[in-house]
T-cell receptor, first 119, second 107 residues
Framework: GAVVSQHPSRVICKSGTSVKIECRSL??????MFWYRQFPKQSLMLMAT?????????EQGVEKDKFLINHASLTLSTLTVTSAHPEDSSFYIC???????????????FGSGTRLTVV | AQRVTQPEKLLSVFKGAPVELKCNYS??????LFWYVQYSRQRLQLLLR??SRESIKGFTADLNKGETSFHLKKPFAQEEDSAMYYC?????????FGTGTRLQVFP
């Protein structure tokens, strides 16, 4: 249970275009989604936290106008990289906070990631 | 400042040898700590959380508040344990990750 499906797994786009990444919670309702960025051989850096139906909260240094996050439903959150540039090339990962009511605790489940390459 | 430190980027051992992956944290308050594992070409998976004090795949981790550590241990490493391991700290609603340690277990 508590699976997050992330698409696409890989995307190549031209500089100046926009790319949308989707994360869907398949068997639970994700009230909170997190978006991370991971550079090669580095850790996951939290970009933003989104709660369903409200504006995302961005971490310091993350441009909210460049990385648009939408969390319009309890099962879908999207990250749109607008006017992408080569320096935006990275691995983007979503995560959802899932309540495991049968186990009595909440945890975090992760998408499989999206490799974005901007050429 | 809240921070998670994993001092080793790479840890190489032979099969059957004990393993200890180090994790230190900085947090004001009562920490909630996790270990996540990422096998090759797979997503991050929860391995352990300190609250549940469970043992998964032979791995254990004890929270030491005095030393602000949450080291991951396994007495006898297996080849299938080769993966990237991340220590994480929950701060309010979000996870703060360490830089990760790659464990290589040689036959």
């Amino acid at each position: 249970g508590a699976v997050v499906s992330q698409h696409p797994s890989r995307v190549i786009c031209k500089s100046g275009t926009s790319v949308k990444i989707e994360c869907r919670s398949l068997d639970f309702q994700a009230t909170t989604m997190f978006w991370y960025r991971q550079f090669p051989k580095q850790s996951l850096m939290l970009m933003a936290t989104s709660n369903e139906g409200s504006k995302a909260t961005y971490e310091q240094g993350v441009e909210k106008d460049k990385f648009l996050i939408n969390h319009a439903s309890l099962t879908l959150s999207t990250l749109t990289v607008t006017s992408a540039h080569p320096e935006d090339s990275s691995f983007y990962i979503c995560s959802a906070r899932a309540w495991h009511t049968d186990r009595g605790w909440d945890g975090y489940t992760f998408g499989s990631g999206t490799r974005l390459t901007v050429v | 400042a809240q921070r998670v430190t994993q001092p080793e980027k790479l840890l190489s051992v032979f099969k059957g040898a004990p393993v200890e992956l180090k994790c230190n944290y900085s947090y004001s308050g009562s920490p909630e700590l996790f270990w996540y594992v990422q096998y090759s070409r797979q997503r991050l998976q929860l391995l352990l959380r300190h609250i549940s004090r469970e043992s998964i795949k032979g791995f254990t981790a004890d929270l030491n508040k005095g030393e602000t550590s949450f080291h991951l241990k396994k007495p006898f490493a297996q080849e299938e344990d080769s993966a990237m391991y991340y220590c994480a700290l929950r701060s309010t609603d979000k996870l703060i990750f360490g830089t990760g340690t790659r464990l290589q277990v040689f036959p």
